[in-house]
Each structure stands twice: as structure tokens, then as C-alpha cells.
């Protein structure tokens, strides 16, 4: 091509007045023209086979698009124009503040020149859009299998974790019996050596005036220490 693509269709429109409407109005209502394409394009692509993606390599880098394209092996159509070259186009500083249908034939008419056809580039999107659907599908996949991996994981350190605090609360429950039957038979004690001591105060009391013998002692419990207390 010795020309550039856009000075292909500069004539586009030309000798007819174009509407007044904003440049790429969406909202518009299309007129039977633009329906009429519109819809041919929607049958060139529900014609187009559906055929299941598949992943030749990895994708090292999911947020690269090429790089999922490549993995996918979608070759470009041999005459160069791609949907993204297109896309390129219609953004271009040489068209994008045309009117949406000047636009729409602006391409066309780059396309044909080219020997290139719409249907090629419908295929083309179609390809790339269905590599994409798939490696959404993939990841999704991934991270389901993730999520019930690690959940999974964290049930058994759940569990784990109530084991070990199952033995500790038992370890811990064990030392306070043991010092409770230890204060246990201290008091039973106690109370025995008070009344050793009443026996041998009341048999001193006969020979002496003050009895030297002490009984009772400390009658109340022993203050807990703050680790018992714990």
C-alpha cells in the first residue's frame, strides 16, 4: 500500500452533507442503514463455528492480553487487519471526530481496498473474545480449587489449635485440683493439730498459772497467691 490507510477514504461523505448529530453519538437511534449492518454483522458472527479455546503454553502475566492471544495461538488475518488494528483506526486523530457512520465507512472502505474483509475481522474478535471468556473460566477454576484448598487447610489448623487449647485448659484444670486437694487435707490437718494442742493445753493448765501452750493458731485459710488465683 503506498498510500496511508486514512487517505483511502477521505472522499467518504463527500458531496453529501453530513448530519448535525454530536460526532459518536451511541445514544442515537440508528437509522435503517446502520441496523441493517449492524445485523449483518451479527450474523457473521453467530455464523462463525464455536470451537473450544485452547492454552498451548502458560500465561506468565494474566494482565497481558498478547500474551494470552499467543498462549492461545490466534493468528492474525494475513492481510494485517486485526480487530484491535481496527479499533486503532476508528480512535484515530484522522476519523475519531467523524460521525459514527462515516466512521463505520471509513474502515469499510480501508478494507476494501486492502482486499480485506469484514468477515475477517468479526472472526478475529470473535477468536480473541472466546480466548478471553476461556482464560476467565481457567483462573476462576484456579481460584475456586484455591479457595477450598485453604479452607480446607484451615479447618485442620482450626482443629489443631482446639486440640491444643483442649490439652492446656486440662493441664491447667489438673494443677488447680491438685492444689485444691492439697488445701483439702491441710485444713483436715489443721484441725486435727488444734485439737492436739487443746489435749496438751488442758494438761498443762493443771500445773501452771499462764499455759504456755498455744492453741488454735491461724484458724482462717492461707491467702491464695496471685498465680493460684490465675
Do not use: C
Not at 484441725?191 to 488454735?216: A, C, H, R
Amino acid at each position: 500500500m503506498s498510500k496511508k490507510w486514512y487517505n483511502m477514504f477521505v472522499s467518504v461523505g463527500q458531496g453529501a452533507p453530513t448530519p448535525a448529530a454530536p460526532a459518536d453519538d451511541d445514544s442515537a437511534s440508528p437509522t435503517p442503514s446502520q441496523s441493517s449492518a449492524a445485523q449483518a454483522v451479527a450474523d457473521i458472527a453467530a455464523s462463525i463455528a464455536p470451537q473450544p479455546t485452547k492454552f498451548t503454553q502458560p500465561v506468565n502475566n494474566p494482565t497481558s492480553f498478547t500474551e494470552i492471544y499467543n498462549a492461545a495461538e490466534i493468528q492474525a488475518p494475513a492481510h494485517g487487519f486485526t480487530v484491535m488494528k481496527v479499533a486503532d483506526m476508528l480512535r484515530s486523530e484522522h476519523i475519531r471526530s467523524l460521525p459514527r457512520d462515516v466512521k463505520r465507512s471509513s474502515v469499510l472502505v480501508a478494507l476494501e481496498a486492502s482486499g480485506a474483509s469484514i468477515q475477517d475481522v468479526i472472526q478475529d474478535a470473535v477468536k480473541l473474545d472466546r480466548a478471553l471468556d476461556t482464560f476467565e473460566r481457567v483462573q476462576e477454576k484456579s481460584l475456586l480449587e484455591l479457595e477450598t484448598r485453604k479452607n480446607q487447610e484451615n479447618q485442620q489448623i482450626q482443629a489443631e489449635m482446639d486440640r491444643i487449647v483442649a490439652e492446656h485448659k486440662a493441664r491447667m484444670q489438673a494443677n488447680n485440683d491438685e492444689v485444691a486437694k492439697e488445701r483439702e487435707r491441710f485444713y483436715g490437718w489443721r484441725l486435727k493439730k488444734q485439737e492436739e494442742e487443746q489435749k496438751i493445753s488442758d494438761t498443762v493448765s493443771y500445773f501452771v498459772t499462764e499455759n504456755p501452750i498455744t492453741t488454735g493458731g491461724s484458724a482462717a485459710a492461707p491467702a491464695a497467691s496471685p498465680q493460684a488465683e490465675k
